[in-house]
């Protein structure tokens, strides 16, 4: 899941759909359960009992085999009775927590606590400073995924691809997307310090903290080619996407260069309107449980851009519901896609809103575009390949951007 220490989430999306909330007698019976936990009251054939119980809450199989957490409350006991210090029973069940979510070994699924899940929502609300980067796990390394223009990390040199080592002085090396975000935000005005590698080297960045504005969508028109950018899918992206649809219309636009470049994720419920804009009663994505399919997504309203042509750019960083609208777009025919491979992330991840103020982020399927392709680790390919170099970088060069407006002025 990307996460952002500005306004954007990473929005984990087929990252993440849409946060389940859980009743007040499932709030009631987890609490229970974990300060139970936490007391080291249950175990054995208790803990059976109890897991089975509040399993369902998940969505979670309950399985035959026992489940023994004697383990689990031998191990709080000895710390309570031999650790010289003090104990915090919070931070105990937080780590145990995060240490079950982080034992699946899937690094999208990932628990957060009270501070982090603030953090997480004031970032899809708009609401945080920090240096304007977007971050994803890249193969276990926190990664910028995307710089925002203008913002202090753009300002001081930062470019998507550069991996985070350690944040004021502690590693950060291995650490979940979620984690180094937290740790990269914070108030205006205050400085972090950053090791990042870049290729083979490391450099060391010393960045003050703003307000970042970050709007999911803009759009532009150039020459009779509308150009609608979009960062990543949060909750407004639908609605501000439908609006430069509206101008693009009004305008009478003869072709769209739909950007996803570095573009994340997000909700599916975002990646399913702006789809819907060229994809009139279609299926948008298919997510599968195993072989059963759990759920299609169908467009729906009216597909405002159906029939103009339509070039998509999609580059490594183009992840999950970035995809799932490529694959859409792509598998339908109502777009060519141009740029570098996509990244390949073809897993859905649920959020779980916790007692106090806690989430849980767990990988619950596996999405399929259209024609039924998969494309974790594979990514989507696009139908014309055109790189962009370091060199193009450094130079404000966009052969990718040019080759798409060449395109339409054949």
Do not use: C
Not at 149 to 154: F, G, K, Y
Not at 274 to 286: C, P, Q, R, T
Not at 322 to 336: F, M, Q, W
């Amino acid at each position: 899941m990307v996460q952002s220490d500005t306004a954007s989430a990473n929005r984990s999306k087929y990252d993440y759909d849409e946060p389940k909330k859980l009743t007040v007698s499932q709030l009631t019976a987890l609490l229970v359960a974990v300060l139970l936990l936490g007391a080291g009251f249950v175990a054995g054939m208790y803990a059976d009992k109890l897991y089975a119980a509040i399993a369902p809450v998940f969505g979670l199989k309950v399985s035959a085999d026992s489940i023994d957490l004697s383990s689990v409350q031998q191990t709080y006991r000895k710390l309570k009775a031999e650790y010289d210090g003090k104990l915090d029973d919070t931070k105990l069940i937080d780590g145990a927590n995060r240490g079950l979510a982080a034992a699946t070994g899937d690094p999208y699924t990932t628990y957060m606590d009270k501070q982090e899940t603030e953090q997480f929502d004031r970032s899809l609300n708009g609401e945080v400073s920090g240096i304007g980067v977007e971050i994803a796990s890249r193969g276990n390394h926190p990664t910028v995924v995307r710089v925002v223009d203008d913002s202090p990390a753009a300002k001081a040199g930062l470019r998507a691809g550069d991996i985070f080592r350690s944040i004021n002085g502690q590693s950060v090396v291995g650490q979940n997307s979620e984690v180094v975000a937290g740790k990269v935000r914070g108030e205006a005005g205050t400085t972090v310090k950053l090791v990042m590698q870049r290729e083979e080297s490391t450099e060391e960045y010393t960045i003050v903290r703003a307000k970042v504005s970050d709007a999911s969508v803009r759009s532009q028109i150039r020459d009779g080619v509308g150009i609608l950018t979009i960062t990543r899918f949060d909750d407004q992206t639908g609605r501000l996407a439908r609006q430069a649809a509206e101008q693009f219309v009004q305008q009478g636009v003869r072709a769209v260069v739909l950007d996803l470049r570095d573009n994340g994720g997000g909700y599916v419920t975002a990646a399913r309107e702006v789809a819907s804009l060229w994809l009139e009663n279609k299926v948008v994505v298919v997510e599968k449980s195993g072989d059963v399919v759990s759920d299609t997504v169908h467009s729906s309203g009216q597909a405002l851009l159906k029939g103009v042509k339509t070039t998509v750019l999609v580059n490594g960083n183009s992840a999950s519901a970035s995809e799932i609208v490529a694959g859409a777009l792509h598998d339908h025919k109502a777009a060519t896609l141009l740029g570098e491979k996509t990244f390949g992330k073809g897993t859905v991840q649920k959020l779980f809103d916790l007692p106090d103020g806690r989430k849980l982020k767990i990988t619950v399927a596996r999405w399929y575009t259209p024609s039924g392709r998969n494309i974790s680790q594979g990514g989507i390919a696009p139908d014309t390949e055109v790189k962009m170099s370091t060199d193009d970088r450094n130079a404000g060069r966009d052969p990718q951007f040019d080759s798409a407006l060449q395109k339409f002025a054949e």
